[in-house]
């Protein structure tokens, strides 16, 4: 006998995302005791293993309420009823947004909506909830009476419990009130009146963050102190205080951060706080609430889209790519990428082998050089948001992954990025100075890229962003592979007049083989650009260099690569 009571349903499923949520804090409770054992390659590990979790307890939760409602798990209006009964269980709750989504997820394996559903979805596109949110986050607070005095924050550092010692606390201490002192010296003569910081320490790579606000009289910014394992001592690193610096930390090129907060809510609210111009999905994303981001940034768009109702959807700046074809709202900063039916030469993928990329990235260290990529299954447009010269891009090229229907366009499948502008028009576009600036942090991104094991594959100036910081970022993901898995050669040398004048190689080309020596004939640079390359980063096109990352990869030896600049670290 089987019950279809829709209260006992929706326990169920809150039941079931509190499962989620509590594997989810399990595994990130393990940030703290890899950052003490130094141990890099478990938290990459775990990063992956936490990625995954979540469709893992859809999937789990799925196979249980089909088995429980057999015939009627496919029953519209009970699931109208369980809705109601849902509301009413997580209503109050500081997360009842991230339930929500559950639910939604859940609703959306069984029907396979296309668009949304709000008879049985939770939909609030006029609403932003988490401005609702006043419950305050758990922090510790601490007077600053005198930054010549080193006990306040040697009082802060101790507040923090980790089972390794500080290599010398004091020191570290009296480090963090010279550099506020020297940072916040236009706020007068005594800058720091009072500093809070949350309970919750943040992980992520090889680094804890102490994240809050230091105020002043009139005035607060953010504070963020970077803490390190130098061979099982603790040291202080660096400290954030410009907005900038905290940005580029909290970025959408940066991989989510570990950390174990009871509810996250209320930490949104307060990081909002620090980062008011940052969007919301982006920061439930950092912190590792991908599926929450994704409705976030699904409510605002549309929120948006609506209120903007003359606007067109048109295709984005840049040159089209080959794999993609990528649209935009000109008044809003997203990009909506869409897989061709059919690449043309030398593409040689199927469509499969381009969702396994972004699957790839979605799962890799991005070290603040790969843009994430969110993937939206069945988003309905009117038809008439479209510009007449991409509707019939899309129609022409991506038909595949379109559905008509009726005064609507539906995409199965396509991928959201914040939008940059492409490095093939920025150079153009800025000053000789700026443009060397650029060129050079290209070359940069590269090699972060490559000492995270990662090669883009396709190293074109039109497959790179610059962000509104003027920090280049990689954003196309088709031909990206692992380092590990190519091959640098050397470009033979002709043995003859027939192979000196041939066009193309004359010597046999393996799918995963990469001549360093030839990249500079494809970029595409101006000759004073590439000059000015070639002399930072002129190994880049030195097959050895390659040869020798490659062969510390194998062995695990990955780079550290610091989210900031040497200019905040401490002395």
Request: aromatic share 12%; charged share 25%; net charge negative.
């Amino acid at each position: 006998m089987h019950t279809y009571e829709p209260r006992i349903i929706a326990k169920l499923i809150c039941d079931a995302f509190d499962d989620y949520h509590e594997r989810f804090a399990v595994i990130t409770r393990r940030a703290k005791l890899r950052f003490e054992m130094m141990d890099w390659a478990g938290a990459r590990e775990d990063a992956v293993e936490r990625i995954a979790l979540y469709d893992e307890c859809i999937d789990a939760c799925q196979s249980r309420m089909t088995t429980l409602l057999q015939d009627r798990a496919h029953d519209h209006p009970l699931w109208m009823q369980i809705r109601t009964a849902y509301a009413v269980l997580v209503d109050g709750l500081i997360d009842r947004e991230l339930y929500k989504t559950f639910y939604n997820t859940l609703t959306r394996r069984f029907f396979s909506t296309q668009g949304v559903d709000p008879v049985i979805e939770f939909v609030a596109l006029d609403i932003e909830p988490t401005d609702a949110i006043t419950h305050p986050v758990a922090r510790h607070s601490y007077a600053i009476s005198d930054l010549r005095s080193t006990d306040a924050f040697v009082q802060v550092l101790g507040n923090y419990s980790f089972d390794i010692h500080y290599a010398h606390r004091t020191r570290c201490a009296a480090a963090i009130a010279v550099r506020l002192q020297d940072d916040l010296a236009h706020w007068g003569a005594h800058p720091v009146r009072a500093i809070e910081l949350l309970d919750t320490v943040f992980y992520r790579e090889r680094r804890a963050y102490l994240i809050g606000r230091v105020f002043g009289e009139f005035r607060f910014s953010p504070c963020v102190i970077v803490l390190i394992n130098d061979g099982g001592k603790l040291k202080v690193e660096a400290i954030l205080t410009h907005r900038a610096d905290v940005m580029h930390l909290f970025g959408t090129s940066r991989s989510y951060f570990h950390a174990d907060l009871s509810t996250v809510g209320d930490a949104v609210v307060f990081l909002r706080s620090l980062l008011p111009n940052k969007p919301i999905d982006e920061i439930y994303t950092v912190l590792g609430r991908a599926k929450q981001g994704k409705t976030e940034r699904y409510r605002t768009f549309f929120r948006h889209f609506a209120s903007h109702s003359n606007e067109q959807l048109t295709q984005a700046e840049g040159t089209p790519g080959m794999v993609m074809a990528v649209f935009t709202l000109p008044s809003y900063p997203l990009v909506f990428k869409v897989i061709r039916d059919r690449f043309a030469y030398p593409k040689d993928m199927t469509n499969a082998d381009v969702q396994a990329k972004y699957s790839l990235v979605f799962n890799l260290d991005r070290i603040g050089r790969l843009l994430d990529a969110q993937s939206y299954r069945f988003l309905r447009f009117p038809r008439t948001r479209f510009a007449p010269a991409l509707l019939d891009e899309l129609l022409q090229t991506c038909a595949d992954n379109l559905i008509e229907d009726g005064a609507d366009i539906v995409l199965k499948l396509c991928y959201v990025q914040r939008r940059l502008r492409p490095l093939n028009l920025y150079l153009r576009e800025q000053t000789a100075d700026a443009a060397r600036r650029a060129v050079i942090d290209y070359g940069q991104a590269i090699k972060d890229m490559a000492c995270n094991n990662i090669f883009p594959g396709d190293m074109l100036l039109k497959n790179f962003g610059v962000s509104r910081h003027g920090r280049v970022v990689f954003y196309d993901y088709d031909e990206l592979c692992l380092i590990t898995d190519c091959e640098f050669r050397d470009w033979p040398e002709p043995t003859c007049y027939e192979e000196e004048m041939a066009d193309g190689p004359w010597f046999y080309v393996g799918p995963n083989d990469v001549f360093p020596e030839r990249f500079p004939q494809f970029l595409g640079l101006p000759a004073q650009l590439a000059k000015a390359l070639k002399a930072v980063h002129g190994d880049l096109f030195k097959p050895e260099w390659w040869r020798r990352l490659q062969a510390d990869l194998r062995l695990g030896n990955y780079s550290d690569t610091p989210p900031y600049s040497d200019a905040v670290r401490l002395a």
